[in-house]
């Protein structure tokens, strides 16, 4: 056995426990974003009903859409992230031999998970800094809406991770280390 071929992998059982919490996670994460959406449906629909029948147009309505709207835009880009399906350049990478499309694929990983902790970070931070501050028209925190940003920015890094280790241990089967 070579050392290469000793730092490949961890062993098969926890990985695949991790994938498989992975998966779940990245399935609640597109059904609370569905949710989101079905909610905004509701509120808008409410919103229309309440301004147009009603003649009342309620003031919760716009807070409350822009809270279920970066809900589901970040568990939705978080979930994407996990099923490999957000946005990149795919005719590039397949179109390089295999050392330069694996380097492509780790350096994918890494700008994944530099924005994604950026936005973990900010949103955190923007999240704090205005949660005493009442938002005009709901009884809600005016920076409520960076906490889906910020935890979709978290997933973001939590899913990126594992395509950084697969590209990681392709090099090192390769033995391009």
Do not use: C, K
């Not at 056995?1 to 730092?7: D, G, Y």
């Not at 050392?99 to 949103?123: D, M, Y």
């Amino acid at each position: 056995m070579t050392p290469a071929t000793t730092r490949t992998a961890p062993p098969a059982a926890p990985r695949a426990a991790a994938l498989r919490l992975l998966d779940r996670l990245a399935s609640l994460s597109i059904g609370v974003a569905g949710i989101a959406l079905l909610g905004l449906v509701v509120v808008q629909g409410w919103q229309v009903f309440a301004r147009y029948v009603l003649n009342d147009s309620p003031s919760w309505t716009e807070p409350v859409t822009l809270l279920l709207l970066a809900t589901a835009m970040s568990l939705g880009a978080a979930a994407a992230v996990h099923e490999d399906r957000h946005f990149r350049f795919h005719l590039l990478a397949q179109a390089l031999p295999g050392p330069a499309r694996r380097a492509t694929e780790r350096l994918t990983a890494v700008v994944t998970i530099a924005i994604g902790a950026v936005l973990a970070t900010w949103g955190a931070r923007l999240l704090l800094d205005g949660i005493d501050i009442r938002m005009a028209g709901a009884p809600l925190p005016q920076s409520i809406a960076f906490g889906p940003l910020s935890l979709g920015g978290a997933l973001m890094v939590l899913f990126a991770l594992p395509r950084l280790w697969r590209g990681a241990a392709a090099t090192i089967d390769d033995g391009e280390a």
